[in-house]
């Protein structure tokens, strides 16, 4: 799988909203655009996914660049909860791969600090 | 709806020793892939399951070892048990076979925290 960039960490103010930016330069025509997000103390969970649009769920909004060289995970009101690592991740999903859909595989994220 | 359950929730084990986690998947959902996350760092994926046999190995020694049981859930065995195995043990579980992208979306469990001393 192509690699991600994210920034370290990031800080973000209650209400407003947060961009959350990935390069991905390598990626391939065939390989989707997850995030996926861990709050404290708990397993990572699913975001949202794309592969060429822009995609809006209840939870973000995925905004990715036409080249798709890059992406954006959108949060359009943090609260506090939302604070958490935010990982960005591509997958070529191999579902002809001896029965496996291969695995994720995870960066150091950035981690997101919301202030009240 | 139950999503993906992991026991015990916590385990200290001396070097040497050996351990077995457990993981039950969602409902409905055929395959667990279980992962390694040490303190500060992403998770590290281990081995996954499906139709009761490891399909795809990370970089991970045979020390690691797994099963996965007719009714999907799954074990994650670790033995000779080394300091360096310290991490949280995280048990995700998917669905094989949906189109495209969407089949790939994997839900996690709280993990189990091992500590080696």
């Known amino acids: 799988d192509a690699k991600t960039t994210q920034p370290n960490s990031m800080e973000s103010n209650e209400e407003e909203p947060v961009h959350l930016p990935c390069n991905h330069s390598?990626?391939?025509?065939?390989?989707?655009i997850h995030w996926y997000r861990q709050l404290p103390s708990q397993g990572p969970e699913y975001v949202i996914h794309?592969?060429?649009s822009n995609v809006n769920n209840r939870m973000a909004s995925l905004a990715i660049a036409e080249d798709r060289k890059s992406s954006t995970l959108i949060l359009h009101r943090a609260t506090l909860r939302d604070a958490a690592v935010y990982y960005c991740?591509?997958?070529?999903?191999?579902?002809?791969?001896?029965?496996?859909?291969?695995?994720?595989?995870f960066g150091k994220g950035t981690k997101l600090s919301v202030k009240p | 709806d139950a999503g993906v359950t992991q026991s015990p929730t916590h385990l200290i084990k001396t070097r040497g020793q050996q351990v077995t986690l457990r993981c039950s998947p969602k409902?409905?959902?055929?395959?667990v892939s279980w992962y390694q996350q040490a303190l500060g760092q992403g998770p590290q994926f281990i081995f996954q399951?499906?139709?009761?046999?490891?399909?795809q190995r990370g970089n991970f020694p045979d020390r690691f070892s797994g099963h996965q049981f007719p009714n999907y859930s799954s074990e994650l065995n670790v033995n000779a048990l080394l300091l360096g195995d310290s991490a949280l043990y995280l048990c995700?579980?998917?669905?094989?076979?949906?189109?495209?992208?969407?089949?790939?979306?994997?839900?996690f469990g709280p993990g189990t925290r091992l500590t080696v001393l």
């Open positions: 409902s409905g959902h055929d395959t």
């Open positions: 399951y499906y139709e009761e046999e490891e399909r």
């Open positions: 995700a579980s998917s669905i094989l076979g949906l189109a495209g992208g969407t089949g790939d979306t994997q839900y």
């Open positions: 390598t990626i391939s025509g065939t390989d989707y």
């Open positions: 991740i591509l997958r070529d999903v191999p579902l002809n791969y001896g029965g496996s859909q291969g695995n994720l595989i």
């Open positions: 794309g592969l060429t």
